[in-house]
């Protein structure tokens, strides 16, 4: 990475990353790359120079979100405070065209297949594309307009590949998100398996903005997990839009199983570990699949797959490629051979065509799967997607109150069997391990120390906790054996099990340091 040298003004940049996990490890190498340009990663209230913001535009509710992160820096370089605002990411891949409109002032944008010229559009450096109108008023930008174009124009040899998603000849996701400036705590990391989405679902704009499916090799993601790994990390989780198709864009005939064998090994030889598997597709999940999560040992018997819906009616307009009986003999099979699964899932509800009686087959499907973790979200309207489409026909949009009034009454009921879950656990004084999340001191008894963790069944940031009350201190990062004395809401509450115990601490730091 050369160092910047054409803005020697700018020296310290923040960032602000919206959005999910994998535009998370985007911001986390962009910061490793500004750093290794030469610049100084601080907070936004640490009198930055720049600011770079990696936007999320999956969402109406996500644009209006970056749109109004966006206002706030360029109100900030108004006052002097700031003198470059960088745009970055979803929206930008999106909605191109139009984010001068929105947000005058930017002064560079970055798309989603050009996060290595972060050095450049932070510190001033002209890009090969001068900007939209070929205008030198407008703010230089970089944004390929799919991977296949960003490999070219990097120098790679694409001619035979392609991008279209499960030829077996696809580009694959040749970026590296290796050596990543981690915003994670150290003892967990997202590990990105794949980038973009081959499902078109109706609602769902992910393909149109990231591209189809694009897998990274297994040498790849075994050699990042292992540099987490040492890095200090005990989880990992496993992320992309769709870890299922995982290697079927690039001739990898392993596939998941293969991948999760590989991930598991790299944690064997360090002592042990917890590989977690998220953002599933259950119309292709296969029995080797299971058997997979079921007998790897560091494999974490959870798993993380969105369902969207259990009415067959609304399954065919959502173009998910699945009914409702193979939904519920999936979800029999894993039950059954993976003992103790934790499911997580997310539905859509208000979707454009969505009867009374199907949402009913919702809840009923709720009750009768009694989910860990499941959310839920009220349907948003995007343009240029068949659901959009289906929203513009007064006959089949559904009222926002009446979303709200569905999403409310699944999570009400949801609310209850995540309640009874943990309450159970609690009667039956379920020993299990917890790792250590934080401290939260606030919380403490005299003589105790009250920390946030997370067992088996919970991932970060999306799902509950578990409150561990104990009479030493604990590291984040030790894995403690529990057992369960009580319940607060969603959460669990655990006690050490000092009799029987046991703690893996984190290894030694060859790590850098946070910011």
């Known amino acids: 990475m050369p160092r910047a040298t054409k803005n020697k003004t700018i020296e310290r940049v923040a960032f602000v990353s919206l ?28 009198s930055p120079d720049a600011i770079v913001v990696n ?30 605002v960088v745009v970055a990411g979803c929206l930008v891949q999106r909605h191109r065209a139009k984010i001068l409109e929105w947000a005058p002032g930017v002064d560079s944008m970055i798309g989603v297949f050009d996060r290595d010229r972060v050095v450049e559009a932070v510190t001033g450096v002209t890009p090969s594309r001068t900007n939209l109108q070929s205008d030198a008023d407008h ?49 967990w990391a ?47 989780n496993i992320i992309g839009q769709d870890t299922t198709s995982w290697g079927f864009d690039i001739g990898d005939e392993r596939g998941l199983p293969g991948l999760l064998a590989g991930l598991d090994r790299v944690a064997q030889e360090r002592g042990g570990g917890w590989i977690r598997l998220m953002y599933a597709y259950p119309s292709k999940f296969t029995d080797a699949m299971i058997d997979a999560i079921a007998t790897l040992p560091s494999v974490v018997k959870y798993l993380d797959m969105p369902l969207q819906h259990a009415s067959d009616s609304m399954l065919t307009l959502m173009r998910r490629h699945i009914t409702s009986d193979q939904t519920r003999d999936l979800l029999a099979r894993l039950r059954k051979k993976i003992p103790n699964l934790a499911l997580r899932t997310t539905f859509i509800v208000g979707h454009p065509g969505e009867t009374e009686k199907d949402f009913e087959q919702l809840l009923d499907f709720a ?74 001191e606030a919380r403490a008894k005299k003589g105790e120390h009250v920390y946030t963790g997370r067992a088996w069944f919970q991932a970060p940031q999306v799902d509950s906790s578990t409150i561990i009350r104990s009479k030493r201190e604990l590291s984040p990062g030790e894995l403690v054996m529990c057992e369960a004395v009580d319940s607060a809401e969603y959460d669990l509450v655990v006690k ?19 910011h």
């Open 19 to 46: 959005g999910c996990p994998k535009n998370l490890v985007d911001s986390e190498k962009m910061l490793s790359m500004l750093r290794e340009g030469g610049l100084t990663p601080v907070n936004e209230s640490d």
């Open 55 to 84: 936007t999320c535009g999956f969402l109406e509710a996500s644009k209006e979100e970056s749109l109004e992160v966006i206002h706030e820096a360029l109100q900030r370089k108004e006052r002097g405070e700031l003198k470059r």
């Open 139 to 187: 703010p230089p930008y970089w944004i390929a307009a799919n991977a296949l174009q960003a490999a070219k124009e990097r120098g790679m040899k694409t001619i035979g590949l392609t991008v279209n998603g499960a030829d077996g000849k696809g580009v694959g996701y040749f970026e590296s998100d290796a050596n990543r400036f981690r915003l994670t705590p150290r003892h």
């Open 190 to 236: 997202y590990l990105r398996a794949s980038e973009g989405c081959n499902q078109r679902c109706a609602f769902c704009t992910i393909p149109s903005i990231r591209g189809k499916m694009r897998s990274k090799s297994l040498d790849d993601v075994v050699a990042e997990a292992g540099a987490l790994m040492d890095d200090g990390a005990f989880e990992l």
């Open 367 to 440: 009750r009768e799967q009694r989910f860990e973790m499941a959310g839920c979200f009220k349907y948003s309207h995007e343009d240029g997607t068949p659901s959009g489409t289906m929203n513009l026909d007064p006959k089949l949009r559904v009222p926002p109150e009446e979303a709200a009034r569905r999403e409310e009454a699944l999570m009400l009921l949801q609310q209850e069997i995540a309640f009874k879950h943990v309450a159970d656990m609690a009667k039956a004084n379920r020993r299990l391990e917890v790792l250590v999340d934080a401290p939260v």
């Open 496 to 514: 050490p099990d000092d009799e029987t115990g046991r703690s893996i601490s984190l290894p030694l730091a060859n790590a850098r340091h946070k």
